[in-house]
């Protein structure tokens, strides 16, 4: 079983959609998560973080559920823009900073 | 300001040949990665280094070696290249801490033929 997994998608969605990624982690000690975005060919660069309270940035919302290892990402009024892959990534605890990623779940919003 | 800074971008090796890529990083973060990424697979841990003369295998060091000789530069070899091994190879660095970033390199893009 691979260490954080999501859905790969493509989600095809029209222009102003509300959205939905979900990611499942299996070490119960991981301890940061977050949400990367990558651009067809580019690095990869840093969304936003995910807090056990949960937290939105404009338009995106995440969320952690610790109990069932569980994090999800809500984009609402999509832009085209917003196309790209979303990269769920976990970082384990205790001083051991090892990133650990998810495929991505690729987003196509079209007019 | 740099970033990390990855070499060469590009790049097109022969079955058998070596290389190293080469990754610095200027902004004094202890922690740093090399990825591999296939389409559809996301991206792979090869190695890792927590520190300086430090490093720890990832999900897929097979055919690789690292070199972690300060705390800019994190170099990644291929002693003989198989054709399994094109992919594009990211390198990022962190900060220490939990809710940190990690800031990647434009990636190289390694075809072995």
């Known amino acids: 079983r691979k260490e954080v997994e999501q859905d790969p998608g493509p989600f095809n969605v029209p222009e102003g959609a509300t959205v939905a990624f979900n990611c499942t982690y299996s070490n119960s000690a991981s301890q940061s998560f977050f949400w990367y975005r990558q651009d067809c060919r580019k690095e990869p660069k840093l969304l936003m973080s995910?807090?056990?309270s949960g937290n939105e940035d404009g338009r995106f919302t995440a969320q952690l559920n610790r109990a069932s290892q569980y994090i999800s990402l809500l984009i609402r009024d999509s832009k085209l823009s917003d196309s790209a892959t979303y990269l769920c990534v976990v970082k384990a605890g205790g001083g051991y900073n090892k990133l650990i990623f998810g495929a991505g779940t690729r987003l196509a919003v079209h007019p | 300001n740099a970033g990390v800074t990855q070499t060469p971008k590009f790049q097109v090796l022969k079955t058998g040949q070596s290389m190293t890529l080469q990754c610095a990083q200027d902004m004094n973060h202890n922690s740093m990665y090399w990825y591999r990424q296939d389409p559809g697979m996301g991206l792979r841990l090869i190695y890792y280094s927590a520190s300086e003369g430090t490093t720890d295998k990832g999900e897929v060091p097979n055919g690789y070696n690292v070199s972690r000789l300060n705390k800019r530069e994190f170099s990644l070899r291929l002693e003989s290249a198989a054709p399994s091994q094109t992919s594009v190879y990211f390198c990022a660095s962190s900060p220490d801490g939990g809710d940190t970033e990690a800031f990647f390199g434009q990636g190289t893009r390694l075809t072995v033929v």
């Open positions: 995910v807090y056990s």
